[in-house]
C-alpha cells in the first residue's frame, strides 16, 4: 500500500513535473478557433455584420425597396445570430465563473 | 462549412420570392382578363406565363429557385361580336385576352400551397434551430 503512494508521483513526475506540459490546444486544431475566453468575444465581428444586414434590410423594407420576404430572412438571420451569441456568451462566462470560483 | 440552417432558410427564402412573383403574374392576368386593345383590330392582353429554373448559390453551394422567364401566352384570343366596341374590327370582332379564370384560380391556389410550403420549412428550421441553442442553455 504505502509503495504505491511513490509510484503514482513516478508515474505523473515523469509526464507532468519533468516535462512542462505543452499548452494545452483542444480548440486551436479545429480551424484556428480561439482557445481563450477572451477570444471569444473577438469573434462576433462576422455576427454583428449579420445584425447589420438585417438592419438594413428592415429599413429598405420601410422604405419600400425590398420585398418583405427578404426583410424577414434578413431580420429572422440577424435574430438567430444574436441568439447563438447570446448563448454562446452565457456558456462561456459561466464557465469563466466556474473556474474562478473553484476552491485552490 | 455553412450551417445547413442557414442554407434551408436562404432556400425557403427564394422558394417565397419566386411563388410571391407568380402570384403577381396571377393577379395582373386576372386584372386584365377584359383589357382589349385600343385601336380597332388590335391585339388585347396576352396572358403572362413564369416558369422556374434552380440557381446555384456559389456562397452556399445550394441550389435556389428563381422566375427563369416571364412569357406570353401565344393560345388563340377569345373573340366576340361587339360592333359597338371601340376595339372592334370592320366585322365587328373584338379580341379578349386568352385569360380563363378557372385557370388563374387554379395557378393562385398552387401558388398559396406552395408558398405555404416554404413559410413551414422556415418555421421548421426556426424552431430546430431555437431548440438546439436551448441545449446550450438549460444544460449548465
Do not use: W
Request: aromatic share 4%; net charge negative.
Amino acid at each position: 500500500m504505502i509503495p504505491a503512494l511513490p509510484l503514482v508521483t513516478s508515474m505523473f513526475g515523469s509526464s507532468v513535473v519533468s516535462q512542462p506540459l505543452p499548452p494545452a490546444q483542444p480548440a486551436a486544431s479545429i480551424a484556428g478557433a480561439p482557445s481563450e475566453f477572451g477570444h471569444v468575444f473577438s469573434q462576433v465581428g462576422e455576427a454583428i455584420d449579420t445584425l447589420k444586414a438585417g438592419e438594413s434590410a428592415a429599413i429598405s423594407g420601410l422604405q419600400g425597396q425590398t420585398s418583405v420576404q427578404n426583410v424577414v430572412e434578413s431580420v429572422m438571420s440577424a435574430e438567430r445570430s444574436l441568439q447563438t451569441v447570446v448563448a454562446i456568451r452565457d456558456k462561456v462566462v459561466s464557465a469563466y465563473q466556474t473556474i474562478s470560483q473553484m476552491a485552490i | 462549412m455553412n450551417d445547413p440552417i442557414d442554407s434551408v432558410i436562404k432556400i425557403a427564402g427564394s422558394g417565397l420570392e419566386s411563388q410571391s412573383t407568380r402570384l403577381r403574374i396571377v393577379a395582373e392576368n386576372l386584372a386584365n382578363a377584359q383589357s382589349t386593345g385600343t385601336t380597332p383590330g388590335s391585339n388585347p392582353y396576352a396572358r403572362k406565363t413564369v416558369t422556374f429554373e434552380s440557381e446555384l448559390d456559389q456562397a452556399l453551394g445550394v441550389d435556389l429557385v428563381k422566375v427563369k422567364t416571364i412569357g406570353i401566352d401565344k393560345s388563340p384570343f377569345r373573340v366576340e361580336h361587339d360592333p359597338g366596341n371601340p376595339a372592334a374590327d370592320s366585322n365587328g370582332i373584338v379580341k379578349f385576352p386568352n385569360v380563363d379564370l378557372l385557370m388563374e384560380m387554379a395557378d393562385l391556389r398552387e401558388a398559396n400551397r406552395s408558398y405555404e410550403a416554404n413559410l413551414q420549412v422556415i418555421k421548421q428550421a426556426n424552431s430546430l434551430n431555437s431548440m438546439t441553442l436551448d441545449l446550450l442553455r438549460t444544460s449548465s
